[in-house]
């Protein structure tokens, strides 16, 4: 769930020159490489925004459902510049998820709601780099069943369930950084009291600027990348684990 409130035409702009520098950088694998990342970026963002629409409507909003967001297709939660971020530089977003709290079946708090439905995104993430991690393990276990298909195609697969993991993990970690937009701003508000909010809100102008200074220097790539790189070894760690016990 994010929602630049910056014009478009600058965001394009550096999009632009990332996905430039990144190709000459690529050399000719550039393509090929991100033919590959494709499944990946697809699968994480439908999956990521959908997960924003079934928690509000199953918290009672329906806002979801009626703009034709609760489903899993593609073309109704890809964002075309979060797309290529996701390719190019590890985390990215999605068509925003709009939802109306005052719809919300007072269940839970309003805060609390917004919280749920903000984790809910990351969370799907996680939880489908887990499930294609397993998915990796067993096919790795299983080649000699697979010992039909090419070396080439085998890697081909390998290599696309390694981007699906590793793109969805991206996905998740970058979102829950709280700062504005992410959704990590929404479940910090939750947690923040009634004057600390307020100061969020009067300054989330700041915000934004300081999320996009660390975006555009880089700066946020290496803050995150430990994390990232706690979160893909634990998972796959646990991935492993499960498969060797069954398999």
């Known amino acids: 769930m994010f929602d630049f409130n910056f014009d478009r ?6 999009i632009a020159i990332m996905l430039v520098a990144w190709l000459i950088s690529a050399g000719t694998s550039g393509i090929l490489s991100i033919l590959l990342s494709l499944p990946g970026v697809i699968i994480a963002m439908t999956f990521h925004e959908y997960a924003h629409a079934l ?3 199953k918290l009672g909003d329906d806002t979801p459902k009626l703009q034709g967001r609760l489903n899993l297709n593609p073309l109704s939660h890809i ?7 996701l390719i190019v530089a590890g985390f990215g977003w999605g068509k925003p998820v709009q939802i109306d709290s005052r719809n ?9 709601a917004e919280a749920i439905v903000a984790v809910a995104g990351p969370v799907m ?35 696309i369930m390694i981007q699906i993991i590793l793109i969805n993990i991206g996905l998740g ?17 939750h947690f923040l009291s009634y004057n600390a909010k307020q100061w969020f809100y009067n300054n989330e102008k700041i915000f934004y600027i300081v999320f996009l200074m660390l975006w555009i220097t880089g700066l946020l790539s290496s803050l995150l990348a430990p994390i990232f790189s706690g979160v893909f070894s634990g998972i796959t760690w646990i991935a492993y684990k499960i498969v060797s016990i069954f398999m």
Do not use: C, E, H, W
Request: hydrophobic share 55%.
């Open 104 to 112: 919300f079946d007072g269940k839970y708090s309003i805060s609390k």
């Open 9 to 14: 035409r600058t965001i394009f702009i550096i």
């Open 79 to 85: 964002d075309p510049i979060g797309m290529v971020l």
């Open 125 to 159: 993430n996680f939880i489908l780099a887990f499930v294609f991690a397993i998915l990796y393990y067993v096919l790795f276990v299983a080649t000699d069943v697979l010992g039909s298909l090419s070396i080439n195609t085998l890697s081909i697969i390998y290599t």
């Open 173 to 189: 970690v970058f979102n829950l950084i709280p700062l504005p937009p992410l959704d990590g701003s929404k479940v910090l508000m």
């Open 55 to 57: 928690a509000a409507y």
